[in-house]
């Protein structure tokens, strides 16, 4: 699997710092980088944008 944000520890541990959540819960930063990046890429083309909720709920449904 090729390196991304949201598989990136070191994204997830700034994302747990700045929310204030626990680092070592991989599910809850993982959501938090899922969750930022769709917001922030948001509004995207109709396709765009069903592949960036699925990713959401990719992670979501994986934990």
Known sequence: ???TAITSDTVAALAAELIGIDPSDTTSTEFAVRS???LL???AD???E???IDSIVAGIDRH
């Open 46 to 48: 109709p396709v765009e």
């Open 1 to 3: 699997m090729a390196p």
């Open 36 to 38: 930022f990046m769709t």
């Open 50 to 52: 069903n592949r960036l």
């Open 41 to 43: 890429l948001w509004p």
